[in-house]
């Protein structure tokens, strides 16, 4: 009989132990803003291993496929094209079926709509001269010559929509 009695008690206080281990490790995960197992969602910090999130889109949403026209004011012509534009966070990039000045863009735009564009094949800039993007419309230009000069300004422009 005391031999049951010693391990009845032994057997009591290791349950007890072990109960009190565990609520002060619960206890002290949840204190400390732990992300662990049983604490997600309550951490008010980051956590370093999560995926990224895209970026959301600066100003209007301009992603996707596009249609529109190329004017070339130095021959006076004016050609149909077809863009597609890829949209990250405020970075932008603009690939058309042109195959020389205005076939591959990249740049920023702002919150409010306007865009600035490096042209690849020639360095130069391209902007939203006469006024902001919209989901639906965009009209960058070119000049095609330099506006200090006091020489005409043409611009090259290119307008899409969709």
């Keep these: 009989m005391t031999r049951f009695f010693i391990r009845h008690r032994t057997a009591k206080a290791t ?7 565990i609520a002060t490790v619960l206890l002290h995960g949840c204190r400390e803003g732990d992300a662990g197992a049983g604490n997600r969602g309550l951490s008010s910090r980051p956590d370093p291993n999560a995926p990224a999130s895209p970026a959301a889109a600066a100003g209007p949403s301009i992603a996707g496929r596009w249609k529109g026209t190329f004017f070339d004011p130095v021959a006076n012509s004016t050609q149909g094209i077809r863009a597609s534009i890829s949209q990250e966070g405020d970075q932008v990039t603009i690939d058309t079926t042109l195959t020389d000045v205005g076939s591959f863009l990249t ?8 865009i600035r564009l490096t042209d690849a094949w020639d360095g130069e800039t391209w902007t939203t001269h006469g006024g902001p993007a919209t989901s639906s419309h965009i009209v960058i230009q070119d000049f095609v010559h330099d506006p200090t000069t006091g020489s005409m300004n043409l611009l090259n422009t290119i307008e899409l929509s969709r």
């Design 15 to 21: 349950s007890r132990w072990c109960g009190a281990l």
């Design 107 to 114: 740049g920023v735009i702002r919150s409010d709509g306007h």
